[in-house]
């Protein structure tokens, strides 16, 4: 079974960083993109960040640019999404998401779980 | 970016009976659509991809149609475990991937 385990979060002050990490298990991970989407409190679905299989290539929302960067260990079957500059607009639920599909279209399955990241003094 | 627009906010069902879910796009995504179910305190789950291709394990009674800007899902029969929050997905003109806002599926 295919199963995507978030960790990382927790409460960082306005300006700080924090690391987020997507264990994956259950598939070939190397081969596929993973994707970071976001969940406000009491808001919709919002993507972040994408890093194609074999991580040659990264995307990411212009809420994000310059601030967000993802990465991926294959070896350790893990995406890390690397936040600084945080402010209190991050504040969510954070989502790693198996890009499913093939050539240029993707949808999200499986989801994680999530991790929280609350940005507050 | 390609804006996702649901529709309604929220709509009130009575189990056994239709729900009628509508998803908007401003411009056309073929069908790279995909819906997702969230449940309160859990992970969206996919249901529904390239419009209407169900995932793997949904039941028959969830169903998806549509192409370019206007798209439909519909739940036959609406069971207790359907009651959730469903968000339609675009993934055709990616970066970004661009959700609707979702629909609300309460009893009535």
């Known amino acids: 079974e295919e199963h995507l385990l978030e960790s990382g979060g927790g409460l960082v002050q306005p300006g700080g960083s924090l690391r987020l990490s997507c264990a994956a298990s259950g598939f070939t991970f190397s081969i596929y993109a993973i994707n970071w989407v976001r969940q406000a409190p009491g808001k919709g679905l919002e993507w972040v960040s994408s890093i194609s299989g074999g991580g040659h290539t990264t995307y990411y929302a212009d809420s994000v640019k310059g601030r967000f960067s993802i990465s991926r260990d294959d070896s350790k079957n893990t995406v890390y999404l690397h936040m600084n500059t945080l402010r209190a607009e991050d504040t969510a639920v954070y989502h790693c998401?198996?890009?499913?599909?093939?050539?240029?279209?993707?949808?999200?399955?499986?989801w994680g779980q999530g991790t929280r990241v609350t940005v507050s003094s | 970016e390609i804006v996702m627009t649901q529709s309604p906010a929220t709509l009130s069902v009575s189990p056994g009976e239709r729900a009628t879910l509508s998803c908007t796009a401003s411009l056309s995504v073929s069908s790279n659509l995909a819906w997702y179910q969230q449940k309160p305190g859990q992970a969206p789950r996919l249901l529904i991809y390239a419009a209407s291709t169900r995932a793997t394990g949904i039941p028959a009674r969830f169903s998806g149609s549509g192409s370019g800007t206007e798209f439909t899902l519909t739940i036959t029969s609406l069971q207790s475990e359907d009651f959730a929050v469903y968000y339609c997905?675009?993934?055709?003109?990616?970066?970004?991937?661009?959700f609707g806002q979702g629909t609300k599926v309460e009893i009535k």
């Open positions: 997905q675009q993934y055709n003109n990616w970066p970004p991937y661009t």
């Open positions: 998401t198996k890009g499913s599909g093939s050539g240029w279209y993707f949808w999200s399955d499986p």
